[in-house]
């Protein structure tokens, strides 16, 4: 199948939890991952902050959400899912191998036909065009054939970019100009700025709305123990964390005296019984659990890779950490965020092409000896921020 499924239905606005009155009516939030979750975790943030303003959302999906993501209270369109079908992100397919540019034009029909029948007063592009430009083909006919007067229509950009050539970020920039309102950034530029990372973010510094990082309020405790002093292991929601795995339970066999937990996502699920079969007594190996946070708040120590969502959820538990940021095939953003955090003294970074089970075994046990970091002062309502700046500024359109 390709193209959409249709927006599942969601509540009236007016009969939401929380609605409240004055906001814009419609919103369309585009979003697609390609390795880890983050960028949808994100979005799906933003849209359950907008729909307790009254708006009523609809998400369009580029690929398969998470299974702990919660979407109740939303509209959902989901094109026809791809994914990175490696780190080099060369090869964007569905699961069953068709490449993305076979169906890139369903997929646009797809989008379109969703934003021509919702006629939304926010059209927000997760990334695009600072990111995620492989879908272009996708995105721009829907801009250039939004009616007069559009919809306000801007881009969500988290807090750290993979760095670009200068030719390739002026593109980029160009390009922002010419087709968005604004670009919402999800830091805290007391902490980190786009052009930390983003020097061409010069160019349109009058466009950009910080909103503090995108970080949901986690459940209430449930009262578990669950990893209550234990070792943590996180890989995110991709399919790249393998050799943190295998050096998790490397290094446990070191330190026996320390509970090891290791959370494995969906796509490296089928090594579990082969992993499960390597450790030893004291490492857990068992599925990502959508209690991440309160596991975090009772842990020792968190052990992950530096994505967007991870580093927020280990800032927000102030726990102990050691990052080993996904560093792959020329990627710089998870290494330039896991490094502001060991400036400020928040966490040990190991970088991926030193990772060894002795390393992280040596890494865990000075951690260990050393007391907790101060939680730091960061702005983490980013997901509200984001849809009172977005609300604001459509009324001004209107």
């Known amino acids: 199948m390709t193209g959409a499924t249709p927006p599942a239905a969601a509540p009236p606005a007016a009969t939401r939890p929380?609605?409240?009155?004055?906001?814009?009516?419609?919103?369309?939030?585009?979003?697609?991952?390609?390795?880890?979750?983050?960028?949808?975790?994100?979005?799906?943030?933003?849209?359950?902050?907008?729909?307790?303003?009254?708006?009523?959302?609809?998400?369009?999906?580029?690929?398969?959400?998470?299974?702990?993501?919660?979407?109740?209270?939303?509209?959902?369109a989901r094109l026809e899912p791809v994914v990175a079908t490696d780190a080099t992100f060369a090869t964007i397919a569905t699961a069953g191998g068709v490449a993305y540019r076979d169906i890139a034009a369903s997929r646009a029909a797809a989008f379109a036909q969703v934003?021509?029948?919702?006629?939304?007063?926010?059209?927000?592009?997760?990334?695009?065009?600072?990111?995620?430009?492989?879908f272009a083909a996708e995105i721009l006919p829907v801009l250039e054939a939004l009616p007069v007067?559009?919809?306000l229509v801007a881009a969500s950009v988290r807090d750290v970019l993979v760095k670009k050539s200068a030719d390739k970020a002026a593109a980029m920039t160009d390009l922002a100009r010419a087709t968005?309102?604004?670009?919402?950034?999800?830091?805290?530029?007391?902490?980190?700025?786009?052009?930390?990372?983003?020097?061409?973010?010069?160019?349109?510094?009058?466009?950009i709305r910080y909103t503090g990082f995108v970080h949901s309020t986690a459940a209430p405790d449930d009262g578990g123990t669950d990893g209550a002093g234990e070792a943590i292991v996180s890989c995110g929601g991709g399919a790249v964390g393998r050799a943190l795995v295998e050096a998790a339970i490397g290094a446990a066999?070191?330190?026996?005296?320390?509970?090891?937990?290791?959370?494995?996502p969906r796509g490296l699920m089928p090594l579990l019984p082969e992993w499960r079969a390597a450790a030893p007594g004291n490492v857990l190996l068992e599925p990502n659990r959508p209690d991440f946070r309160a596991l975090l708040g009772r842990a020792a120590?968190?052990?992950?890779?530096?994505?967007?969502?991870?580093?927020?959820?280990?800032?927000?538990?102030?726990?102990?950490a050691i990052f080993v940021p996904f560093a792959a095939h020329d990627e710089t953003e998870q290494t330039d965020r896991a490094r502001a955090l060991a400036a400020r003294g928040l966490a040990a970074v190991i970088a991926e092409r030193d990772l060894t089970a002795s390393r992280l075994a040596g890494a865990v046990a000075s951690a260990m000896a050393a007391p907790p970091p101060v939680r730091p002062e960061i702005d983490l309502d980013g997901a509200a921020r984001s849809a009172d700046i977005l609300v604001a500024e459509a009324a001004c359109r209107r």
């Open 18 to 76: 929380g609605a409240v009155g004055g906001g814009a009516t419609r919103a369309v939030i585009w979003v697609q991952h390609l390795l880890g979750t983050g960028h949808t975790v994100r979005a799906a943030a933003i849209a359950h902050a907008l729909a307790a303003r009254g708006t009523e959302v609809t998400l369009v999906l580029g690929a398969t959400p998470p299974p702990t993501l919660d979407l109740h209270g939303l509209r959902v």
């Open 115 to 134: 934003v021509d029948t919702v006629r939304p007063d926010i059209l927000l592009l997760e990334t695009f065009p600072l990111g995620r430009r492989a």
């Open 149 to 151: 007067p559009r919809p």
């Open 180 to 207: 968005l309102d604004i670009v919402l950034v999800h830091a805290d530029p007391r902490f980190v700025t786009l052009a930390d990372s983003f020097p061409a973010a010069a160019a349109i510094e009058d466009m």
């Open 253 to 264: 066999a070191q330190g026996p005296s320390l509970q090891w937990r290791i959370l494995v």
């Open 301 to 320: 120590i968190s052990i992950s890779q530096a994505g967007y969502n991870t580093a927020l959820d280990v800032l927000a538990a102030g726990v102990r």
